[in-house]
């Protein structure tokens, strides 16, 4: 299975290769806290971005290890990817920018990102 997500404008759009989770992260860093991010974390062989990226702009901050990428045309953040710590590239899909996933009923696992 797979799903589909974009940012508010739908300019940036992408496919995620994997099932709908039943959990995400919600963290409490100062970024994720902001835009009210709840992540599902995929890898790069399962993320495939199909429009927007040239409007995409990257913010990083902290350790500057993870690209926060937002669409410059609405502001939304649907995605950010980074290095996983054996280094492989993976992204952290914002399930707010997935229409089909039910917020509702996803297991939350609190990550405490503020003191990370």
Do not use: W
């Not at 589909?4 to 860093?29: E, I």
């Not at 199909?50 to 609405?74: D, W």
């Not at 914002?94 to 089909?100: D, K, S």
């Amino acid at each position: 299975m797979s799903y589909q997500g974009s940012c508010q404008c739908s300019a940036v759009t992408f496919t995620v290769n994997a099932d709908l989770p039943k959990q995400a992260v919600s963290c409490n860093c100062s970024i994720c806290r902001r835009n009210g991010s709840l992540l599902t974390f995929v890898p790069e062989a399962q993320f495939e971005l199909h429009s927007g990226s040239e409007l995409l702009n990257t913010y990083e901050f902290n350790k500057h290890k993870i690209q926060h990428q937002f669409c410059q045309r609405c502001g939304i953040q649907s995605f950010s990817s980074g290095l996983l710590p054996d280094g492989t590239r993976s992204y952290a899909v914002n399930l707010r920018c997935v229409p089909e996933a039910d917020l509702d009923a996803l297991e939350l696992q609190h990550f405490d990102g503020a003191s990370a």
